[in-house]
């Protein structure tokens, strides 16, 4: 049997970019929202500042959200590459659901207040946590058999999704994670040496 370890190594492993997907999950709504709420409330955060803020997007909200990011892409995409970026965001479309990330600035602003040594890396730091947040959600998802892939379309999108969803003023958005079964696997990947990128002193 796997150690516990193992099995957290080989899940993080297991995560990866995944666009085939289609609407369907093997998991009910309650437990993806019960796994993302999970997720969301032990990621980390400098100063236990809890900064990260999730929208989960399902069924008629997601594909609406994903039509309000064809229609902001119309707008700036040349004509004879749009229907390539069509067919991308049908793609996306055609998952089960989208969590949206974002960071409550008015936190990371709170923070840089009662931390003015800090006042610059405030912001990074709400980066690094939502990372942190779009990492276990990712791998969890993955773990559940619904594959993710990481989009950004903010902060094209920004001003459309605060309407859409009524998302405070102050939310902002970070990243974008279509959802759905995988109907194919994921593409192949390729490794540096890892002693390139890990070294050890002793
Ligand atoms: C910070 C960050 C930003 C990324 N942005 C995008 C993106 O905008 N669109 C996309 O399709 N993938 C995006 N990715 C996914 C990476 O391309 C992908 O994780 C990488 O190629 C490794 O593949 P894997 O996810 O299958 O392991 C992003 C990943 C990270 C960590």
Redesign the pocket.
Known sequence: MKSKIDCFLTAVQN?????ALEGKSPISDTEIVRMVEKAVRHAPSAFNSQSTRVLILLRNRHTEFWNLVLAALRQCVPAQQFQQTQDKIASFAAAYGTILFFEEWERVAALQQQFPTYQENCPLWAYQAN?MA??VVWTVLEQAGLGA????YNPLIDESVKKAFSVPASWKLI?QMPFGTPTAP??D?TFIPISERVKVLA
């Open positions: 995560r990866r970019s995944r666009y990372a779009e990492l892939s990481l989009q950004h990243a994921a593409a990947k």
